[in-house]
């Protein structure tokens, strides 16, 4: 069954196509929204080599020119460095303002290839092709593109919709475990943040989706979706509400940066942020104890950490906080649930963080 989420956002909607053996027809669906007769296909190895012909054969037979710009697997590999050698890539092949960049592969893919496609040129037509359960359930929607510096992650960036998100529930068979486990993480976040009636559909299900079950996991991505569209339709550069869906993130991206990108998947990392929240709500008296239960309940029953790493102290967790991008005048802002479907925004300095003893 293939299920249709659609991005409302004027003459710039797109939809987000969900189901079983869509690689087939991405030569056809690019086609249909781009002008241009050549593609660059961005991609790592190791997708490349498991779904790299099935994509360049659809290309190919609608038609389309087929250049294929490798990088690295990994968030270390999300920097300029990068992109710039996309961009060589993308000159030698002739690409102009009609031809289109497509991410094939994981969050790092599609945030590298959709920045490269935001700037070259100064725009040009982009297709998300997200083949881990993360980048379906989130990174591909919603039109966040960037890459990591340094001191920070997805510092360097911008909002830029892609014209498709096509997500193929095949390309998840041929994940680790460790890469569902922190997909699921970003799916729990919806029922956390949004929808207390989908928080009880995964508490009822996680086993089958961790399995892999066909119908459990079209629907969890489907649903997924769709509340990040209906976020994002409102408040498409994050002014306001969709700052939400941040949830876990201020922690998560502090514990990646701290572990040079290198010990966490991402999903683990905001698996660990969430849980923190989450005690941070209940300590200041925010969240009923057996919600917090729940929610980190939840996080364990998926297979994923929620306790913060103990070889950093506070001071450079607060340094690393203090770089994120939602941080004003030293103050942090956090995604705090208020109950399971509910959130809000509150903003604290350092010293309040230290006294609430999350962190050190």
Not at 114 to 134: C, D, E, H, K
Not at 236 to 241: A, H, I, K, S
Not at 262 to 283: C, Y
Not at 320 to 340: E, N, Q, Y
């Amino acid at each position: 069954m293939i299920r249709r989420v659609e991005v409302g956002l004027g003459d710039r909607s797109y939809p987000i196509l969900i189901g079983e053996g869509l690689l087939g027809s991405l030569g056809m669906e690019v086609r249909a929204r781009v002008p241009g007769e050549r593609v660059m296909v961005v991609s790592n190895p190791t997708v490349r080599t498991l779904y790299g012909k099935r994509a360049e054969e659809s290309l190919a037979g609608a038609g389309l020119d087929v250049t294929w710009g490798e990088m690295p697997d990994g968030e270390a590999y999300k920097t300029l460095e990068t992109v710039s050698r996309l961009y060589d890539l993308a000159v030698d092949a002739e690409l102009d303002r009609g031809c289109a960049v497509v991410g094939l592969g994981g969050g790092v893919v599609g945030d590298t290839a959709g920045f490269v496609a935001a700037t070259y040129m100064r725009g040009i037509p982009f297709v998300q092709v997200p083949t881990t359960l993360l980048s379906q359930v989130d990174s591909s929607v919603g039109g966040k593109v960037g890459v990591n510096h340094p001191k920070g992650k997805n510092m360097i960036g911008a909002f830029y919709q892609p014209r498709l998100v096509l997500a193929d529930t095949v390309t998840l068979a041929s994940l680790p475990p460790r890469e569902i486990r922190a997909g699921l993480a970003e799916v729990i976040k919806y029922g956390v943040i949004w929808d207390a009636s989908f928080f009880n559909w995964l508490e009822e299900n996680i086993e089958g989706l961790l399995e892999l079950d066909a119908e459990a996991i079209t629907y969890a991505v489907a649903r997924a979706c769709g509340i990040k569209a209906e976020v994002v339709a409102a408040d498409e550069t994050e002014q306001g509400r969709r700052q939400i869906l941040n949830y876990g993130h201020t922690f998560g991206h502090a514990v990646e940066s701290l572990t040079a990108y290198r010990r966490f998947r991402h999903g683990e990392a905001v698996a660990i942020g969430m849980a923190a929240a989450a005690r941070m709500a209940e300590g200041m008296g925010l969240l009923a104890s057996g919600d917090r239960r729940r929610i980190e309940g939840l996080i364990v029953r998926a297979g994923l950490p929620v306790k913060l790493p103990r070889d950093f102290t506070a001071e450079q967790y607060l340094e690393a906080m203090a770089h994120d991008k939602k941080a004003r005048s030293g103050v942090l802002t956090f995604i705090l649930p208020s109950a399971i479907g509910e959130v809000q925004l509150q903003a604290l300095s350092p010293s309040r963080l230290l006294s609430l003893n999350l962190i050190g």
